[in-house]
């Protein structure tokens, strides 16, 4: 799954069928090409993994001994990782009648509190009537503080 929203916030997530680490498969050969492929894209697109909580490994095969592996994660930009200071991801229990895969839940928490709107002078203010007499009344005003920084 990928989501880019309206305001240009970036995840992905979902299985990448693809390892990044070692210790992401139980058993077995580990190649490096793939992995440093992959890491390399996450990389170059300034992306960061959620980390994940529940379980180490996300599938499992079919055998008698079965190979565990972590392919199923979340990868997430700055600025989601900003909106979302308290995101986390949670690997539920794989229901093996179902699929091989261990299903995934991103929890976002709580987003920061939206910044005040910043303000903005609009030219047709000069031509309204009254407006230099406002500023200048409000201009005028005393200010509380007895410096800079507190007035």
């Known amino acids: 799954m990928r989501r ?5 916030l970036d995840f992905s997530g979902g299985d990448f069928n693809l390892l990044r680490y070692p210790q992401e498969k139980s058993r077995g050969r580990f190649d490096t090409h793939w992995p440093f492929l992959f890491n390399a894209v996450i990389d170059s697109l300034d992306l960061r993994e959620v980390a994940m909580v529940g379980r ?4 499992a095969n079919s055998l008698p ?7 199923d994660r979340v990868l997430m930009d700055s ?19 179902l699929s091989d895969h261990a299903p995934i839940l991103l929890t976002t928490g709580t987003p920061l509190p939206q910044r005040r709107r910043q303000f903005k002078f609009e030219l047709g203010w000069l031509h309204r009537g009254g407006f230099s007499d406002m500023i200048k009344f409000i201009w005028d ?3 509380a503080g007895n410096t800079p920084i507190q007035r």
């Open 4 to 8: 880019k929203a309206a305001s240009n």
């Open 56 to 59: 180490q490994f996300t599938w």
């Open 65 to 71: 001994e079965p190979t565990y592996e972590k392919l």
């Open 79 to 97: 600025d989601w990782e900003f909106k979302f200071p308290l995101v986390s991801v949670r690997a539920l229990p794989r229901i093996e009648a």
């Open 141 to 143: 005003k005393p200010v």
